[in-house]
């Protein structure tokens, strides 16, 4: 019954309520790492991290955190994980910390968060909570991923830094820089509420 309940957690974050493809929110990050793959991967994974980890504490406290503070509460915690991925990447990935930038920080503002607290974490028990986390985080990378694909192909002829098209071909200037983003994003949310739409019809 509970990896019944856990594995519809998973659809839900990663496929039914993708953060970024359905609910639209959480874009700004996605559309801003996503020129290499390697880039996407690693804020996906920061913030899968900061989004289970924070889920859970913000559940195991839910029932003694007065309601009048409560958001408070959510960003000082999220503030925490986030400066602890921060911390990490400079220490043992200062190069990707350097090509993220200010986007590791900004996890703190990121919309899926603090949707997955109030929404979620702040009414369930913890394990539910941190599963619902990983899901809305994996969700959240998988359309960075999806994206870096096509922009890093066509903008750079590589895959995470490997050169797959040759000297034959011509990179696309605009797969480089950030307008790419919206439009793959569109053309994405495109596809997937088609496809959706058709089996419901059905």
Same mark, same amino acid.
């Given at each position: ?22 609910? &639209?929110? *959480?874009?700004?990050? =996605?559309? /801003?790492?996503? %020129?290499?793959?390697?880039? @996407? !991967?690693?804020? +996906? ?30 960003v000082l915690i999220i503030a925490a994980y986030v400066i602890i991925v ?26 899926? &968060?603090? *949707?997955?607290?109030? =929404?979620? /974490?702040?009414? %369930?028990?913890?394990?539910? @909570? !941190?599963?619902? +986390? ?69």
């Amino acid at each position: 019954m509970a990896k019944d309940k856990y594995r519809k957690l998973l659809r839900l974050g990663i496929i039914e309520e993708n953060p970024v493809i359905v609910q &639209i929110i *959480g874009i700004c990050s =996605a559309l /801003a790492v996503t %020129n290499l793959m390697a880039n @996407s !991967l690693i804020m +996906g994974l920061g913030l899968t991290f900061v989004t289970a980890i924070s889920s859970l504490t913000i559940s195991l406290i839910r029932n003694y955190t007065p309601k009048h503070i409560r958001m408070m509460v959510q960003v000082l915690i999220i503030a925490a994980y986030v400066i602890i991925v921060d911390i990490f990447l400079k220490a043992y990935m200062p190069e990707m910390s350097k090509a993220l930038g200010p986007y590791v920080g900004l996890i703190i503002t990121n919309c899926i &968060i603090m *949707g997955r607290a109030e =929404a979620y /974490a702040q009414i %369930n028990p913890p394990i539910p @909570s !941190l599963v619902d +986390g990983i899901a809305a985080g994996l969700g959240y990378t998988l359309v960075l991923l999806a994206i870096a694909f096509v922009r890093e192909l066509m903008g750079f002829g590589t895959i995470l830094g490997f050169r797959v098209l040759g000297d034959w071909w011509t990179p696309w200037t605009i797969m480089v820089m950030p307008p790419s983003a919206f439009f793959l994003l569109a053309i994405l949310i495109w596809i997937f509420n088609n496809k959706r739409n058709g089996e419901v019809s059905k």
